[in-house]
């Protein structure tokens, strides 16, 4: 009975609001981003020090700049996705600009122990990047009509329809015929015949962490560091799924003269009333639109503690705090239709028809780590971070509380502790420096290293300084992973999406 309460709590947040359990996930799980030589060592710099990047992770490895440091990173990100659905996979492609980070940092020694430094840094890193396109593309019998129909068959009247399946009452997808005094629901698309379907999932935008931080070292033996941390987010989504039946296998025709008695109809299917179809004949295609744009901003605090206990060891600890985020959407969903009668004329609706607009907060899970970092002479250098997230603890929340009652259940049943592991190696091969890292970041439902949701990255770069202090940083990496994906919510229809992403990018800095 729980499991079934919870499920109608997850249908009635998907139906009738635009924010979910997914928003809450999508700003949980930051990428692996960065200077490139953080990203070229898996991000695992927790405890190694003296990058930029640490006062987004463990703010204490600033401590470990001995003198000041600007630096600004930027690449080419490509995708290559794969959506499968009904065993027929479909790839595509995109390229793009991706600003990876820009910060400065500076130090100086304690007035009262010149063993000791203070640092303040100020770094921009892209956190995440929501530039991606998938396309599911299939024959099938699961129309999104079927869908509607299962949702509207819910409702005693059509003046109780939610706001998705009024989407097809409101263009004829769906409609009534009254049959023995009780309203019933019928679709003008056959049910039993296959439909082209594509869905094409487009997103763009980026969440911006600007972290604003302070470390001091005590005697290059403690170190200790604090962010906080202002991030920025926008994001666009772009669901559009296009339905047609370009086999003409729903076509109605007349067999006999308009008008004469009794007019004879060529069809299989009789669901609905003949005589309903004299200005349709049969269904065409159909596009339904899902958009929402996502923007705001966000708060949070990270602090940390690095130990050398050896000059080979170090050993590091962070915290960072739940992020509040306050968000502001503005949404749309649409439909529009065609009938073989008059393919040029569709049917349209949209809701709302000025579009909405919604304004709420995300709180993400606050994130505990620890880092190691060994070093070799002078020769290698390797890092090895852990870290813990229990996504149950998002939430959603705004002026009304009932508003996520039913989300924030979803999220507590759905979500569990997740492991994330970055590992990686750097050897100092006078005058370059080479590189290579690994990022595991586990499933929100509990898996690691295999298994749908666990996503890795593997990285490899180089870096060279010059005598004028100037230095320059390369990476390439690669990031996949494959998630389960819906069409819809009343049928039973699961499509396999494999994500896969490379970046080339560089950071010129200069220290001081």
Same mark, same amino acid.
């Given at each position: 009975?729980?499991?079934?309460?919870?499920?109608?709590?997850?249908?009635?947040?998907?139906?009738?609001?635009?924010?979910?359990?997914?928003?809450?996930?999508?700003?949980?799980?930051?990428?692996?981003?960065?200077?490139?030589?953080?990203?070229?060592?898996?991000?695992?710099?927790?405890?190694?020090?003296?990058?930029?990047?640490?006062?987004?992770?463990?703010?204490?490895?600033?401590?470990?700049?001995?003198?000041?440091?600007?630096?600004?990173?930027?690449?080419?990100?490509?995708?290559?996705?794969?959506?499968?659905?009904?065993?027929?996979?479909?790839?595509?492609?995109?390229?793009?600009?991706?600003?990876?980070?820009?910060?400065?940092?500076?130090?100086?020694?304690?007035?009262?122990?010149?063993?000791?430094?203070?640092?303040?840094?100020?770094?921009?890193?892209?956190?995440?990047?929501?530039?991606?396109?998938?396309?599911?593309?299939?024959?099938?019998?699961?129309?999104?009509?079927?869908?509607?129909?299962?949702?509207?068959?819910?409702?005693?009247?059509?003046?109780?329809?939610?706001?998705?399946?009024?989407?097809?009452?409101?263009?004829?997808?769906?409609?009534?015929?009254?049959?023995?005094?009780?309203?019933?629901?019928?679709?003008?698309?056959?049910?039993?015949?296959?439909?082209?379907?594509?869905?094409?999932?487009?997103?763009?935008?980026?969440?911006?962490?600007?972290?604003?931080?302070?470390? =001091? %070292?005590?005697?290059?033996?403690?170190?200790?560091?604090?962010? @906080? +941390?202002?991030?920025?987010? *926008? $994001? /666009?989504?772009?669901?559009?799924?296009?339905?047609?039946?370009?086999?003409?296998?729903?076509?109605?025709?007349?067999?006999?003269?308009?008008?004469?008695?009794?007019?004879?109809?060529?069809?299989? =299917? %009789?669901?609905?009333?003949?005589?309903?179809?004299?200005?349709? @004949? +049969?269904?065409?295609?159909? *596009? $339904? /639109?899902?958009?929402?744009?996502?923007?705001?901003?966000?708060?949070?605090?990270?602090?940390?503690?690095?130990?050398?206990?050896?000059?080979?060891?170090?050993?590091?600890?962070?915290?960072?705090?739940?992020?509040?985020?306050?968000?502001?959407?503005?949404?749309?969903?649409?439909?529009?239709?065609?009938?073989?009668?008059?393919?040029?004329?569709?049917?349209?609706?949209?809701?709302?028809?000025?579009?909405?607009?919604?304004?709420?907060?995300?709180?993400?899970?606050?994130?505990?780590?620890?880092?190691?970092?060994?070093?070799?002479?002078?020769?290698?250098?390797?890092?090895?971070?852990?870290?813990?997230?229990?996504?149950?603890?998002?939430?959603?929340?705004?002026?009304?509380?009932?508003?996520?009652?039913?989300?924030?259940?979803?999220?507590?049943?759905?979500?569990?502790?997740?492991?994330?592991?970055?590992?990686?190696?750097?050897?100092?091969?006078?005058?370059?420096?080479?590189?290579?890292?690994?990022?595991?970041?586990?499933?929100?439902?509990?898996?690691?290293?295999?298994?749908?949701?666990?996503?890795?990255?593997?990285?490899?770069?180089?870096?060279?300084?010059?005598?004028?202090?100037?230095?320059?940083?390369?990476?390439?990496?690669?990031?996949?992973?494959?998630?389960?994906?819906?069409?819809?919510?009343?049928?039973?229809?699961?499509?396999?999406?494999?994500?896969?992403?490379?970046?080339?990018?560089?950071?010129?800095?200069?220290?001081?």
């Amino acid at each position: 009975m729980t499991r079934v309460i919870i499920l109608f709590l997850l249908f009635a947040s998907l139906h009738f609001m635009s924010q979910n359990d997914l928003d809450a996930l999508r700003y949980s799980r930051p990428g692996v981003n960065g200077t490139s030589r953080f990203t070229a060592m898996g991000g695992a710099f927790g405890a190694l020090g003296a990058d930029l990047t640490c006062g987004a992770y463990n703010p204490a490895g600033l401590a470990l700049f001995k003198k000041g440091e600007a630096s600004y990173g930027g690449g080419l990100k490509f995708i290559r996705n794969q959506g499968t659905i009904n065993a027929k996979s479909t790839n595509i492609s995109d390229a793009s600009f991706v600003f990876n980070n820009f910060g400065i940092c500076f130090a100086w020694p304690s007035k009262n122990d010149n063993e000791s430094r203070h640092v303040i840094a100020f770094n921009n890193i892209q956190q995440q990047n929501f530039s991606d396109k998938v396309r599911l593309s299939s024959y099938s019998t699961n129309s999104i009509a079927k869908d509607m129909l299962n949702q509207a068959r819910l409702k005693d009247n059509a003046s109780l329809l939610g706001s998705y399946e009024n989407l097809g009452y409101q263009t004829y997808l769906i409609d009534t015929i009254i049959s023995q005094g009780k309203t019933q629901y019928f679709s003008f698309v056959d049910l039993k015949k296959n439909v082209l379907q594509t869905r094409d999932i487009v997103t763009a935008g980026r969440v911006n962490d600007l972290n604003i931080s302070y470390a =001091y %070292s005590y005697r290059d033996q403690f170190y200790i560091g604090a962010s @906080l +941390g202002l991030p920025r987010v *926008t $994001y /666009t989504s772009t669901t559009t799924h296009f339905e047609s039946d370009n086999l003409d296998s729903m076509r109605i025709t007349i067999t006999s003269p308009p008008g004469a008695q009794p007019v004879t109809y060529t069809t299989s =299917y %009789s669901e609905a009333p003949p005589v309903i179809y004299t200005d349709k @004949l +049969g269904f065409n295609n159909l *596009t $339904y /639109t899902e958009y929402f744009n996502t923007t705001g901003k966000g708060i949070n605090l990270k602090i940390g503690g690095v130990a050398r206990l050896s000059d080979n060891f170090r050993l590091g600890l962070y915290y960072h705090t739940p992020t509040i985020f306050t968000l502001e959407d503005k949404y749309y969903n649409s439909m529009s239709t065609s009938f073989d009668k008059d393919t040029k004329n569709t049917i349209e609706y949209k809701d709302p028809q000025e579009g909405g607009y919604f304004k709420y907060k995300i709180i993400t899970p606050s994130r505990v780590g620890i880092n190691s970092g060994f070093i070799i002479k002078k020769i290698a250098a390797i890092g090895l971070d852990y870290e813990l997230v229990n996504y149950k603890n998002a939430q959603l929340s705004s002026n009304v509380v009932a508003d996520f009652a039913g989300v924030n259940a979803v999220i507590k049943h759905k979500y569990t502790y997740a492991s994330n592991v970055r590992a990686g190696v750097e050897f100092n091969i006078k005058p370059l420096l080479l590189r290579a890292g690994y990022n595991m970041q586990g499933s929100p439902f509990g898996n690691v290293f295999t298994g749908s949701f666990v996503r890795h990255t593997i990285s490899f770069g180089a870096g060279f300084r010059s005598k004028n202090n100037v230095f320059y940083d390369f990476v390439w990496y690669k990031s996949f992973s494959n998630e389960d994906y819906y069409m819809f919510n009343s049928i039973s229809q699961k499509a396999l999406i494999n994500y896969s992403s490379s970046q080339f990018a560089a950071t010129i800095g200069i220290k001081f």
